[in-house]
């Protein structure tokens, strides 16, 4: 009989194939390096649209949320795969890991290992819950050999939880080289955009009773918001309530946003700190392909995305007030805006897409003794 003598990576995205071009070229750049060092490549998503650049014979429907909970169909499905390699490691993206049955794949060998990454910023909780969660890390039990976060906020925030040394940082990419050529032109700036679930944490009713003030001072301001949520319908009723039909558009659920994009002159992102922490929030980074400036909050790891003052314009707290002034301060002063897109311009290629692969590969090939 044959004993393997591959090793493998194994990376398992929840997010279904096709839905963002990027976040099927991220894994493919990741993969182009990996087998440069003879190293296998398995992604699965959880499910493929039919705009999917994957080849048919190249999928994998790995997992859904109820299936990477399930011990059975974790063993059956991702079971042959790993045995096929003398070594793997297991990489599970945004998941709740504490439910995940990935773990009983690892646990007794060291040929295997389970690592995941966190694309939020969680709340560390008490001291005991820390203790308890590092006896059954070193223990292989439920939770992931090593830990990644996508900012250093996050980072931090599970060193706390975990093992300090098991945790380590990857940050989020977005920028393809194409993005980081783009610089539309922009004349005033006057619309704004919001991007993200309509939820009271993330800040949207702050944005709204904004959004009215300077409907009044500025004639020209236009607010386009794109997502949905629970606060979508309530949300809908006060613009009609509040006769803002035309300066506030809602638009739904979109997974293309490159064109709205295209529309706006700025991003607000004004999630509440005190409620939400976020991880290291993609819409802050598709912002930089457009060279839109940021008005956003201090919530996790939101401001590592931003130069302040620089790149985005940061508010204490996300009220409505402050989104007013710092909106109102991008659009009375023409020159500052223009500078920070030209300085948006100079930034954003720290967040390629290929700097982020990069790093994902290196940490692999570490692991296998390949750099």
């Known amino acids: 009989m044959t004993m393997p003598s591959r090793c493998a990576v194994l990376s398992l995205l929840n997010t279904p194939a096709g839905l963002f071009r990027w976040y099927e070229e991220f894994p493919q750049r990741i993969t182009e390096r990996l087998q440069e060092a003879g190293v296998d490549h ?34 059956a499905t991702l079971g042959p795969i790993v045995a096929r390699y003398a070594r793997v490691i297991v990489h599970t993206h945004s998941y709740a890991f504490g439910q995940c049955a990935v773990w009983r794949l690892c646990r007794g060998s060291a040929a295997r290992s389970w690592w995941a990454t966190m694309h939020r910023t969680p709340r560390p909780g008490s001291r005991m819950n820390a203790f308890s969660r590092r006896l059954l890390q070193r223990a292989r039990c439920v939770y992931p050999d090593r830990l990644f976060g996508c900012s250093s906020a996050s980072q931090q925030a599970l060193r706390a939880m975990f093992i300090p040394e098991r945790v380590g940082l990857l940050r989020n990419g977005r920028l393809s080289e194409s993005d980081m050529q783009m610089f539309p032109v922009r004349a005033d700036p006057a619309t704004a955009l919001f991007v993200g679930r309509l939820t009271r944490e993330k800040g949207v009713w702050a944005l709204l009773q904004a959004a009215a003030i300077l409907a009044q001072r500025h004639p020209h301001f236009h607010l386009l918001i794109l997502g949905d949520g629970p606060e979508e319908t309530a949300m809908r009723r006060w613009i009609g309530e509040h006769r803002l039909e035309g300066r506030i558009d809602m638009l739904g659920y979109r997974a293309e946003v490159e064109m709205y994009y295209a529309q706006a002159d700025f991003l607000i992102i004004p999630t509440d700190p005190l409620l939400v922490a976020e991880g290291l929030p993609l819409v802050a980074l598709e912002a930089k392909a457009f060279a839109l400036p940021v008005i956003y909050s201090r919530s996790g790891g939101l401001p590592e995305s931003q130069i302040e003052g620089e790149t985005g314009i940061v508010m204490e707290p996300p009220s409505a007030d402050n989104i007013v002034r710092a909106a109102t301060d991008l659009m009375n002063d023409v020159a500052r805006y223009h500078a920070m897109r030209e300085s948006i311009r100079r930034e954003r290629v720290r967040w390629g897409i290929d700097t982020m692969a990069q790093a994902y590969a290196h940490e692999y090939l570490d692991a296998f003794g390949r750099t």
Request: cysteine-free; hydrophobic content about 40%; glycine content about 2%.
């Open 42 to 75: 398995i992604v699965g998503y959880k499910s493929y649209l039919e705009n999917t650049t994957i080849a048919p014979h190249a999928r994998l429907i790995a997992h859904d949320e109820t299936e990477m909970v399930d011990p059975a169909w974790v063993r």
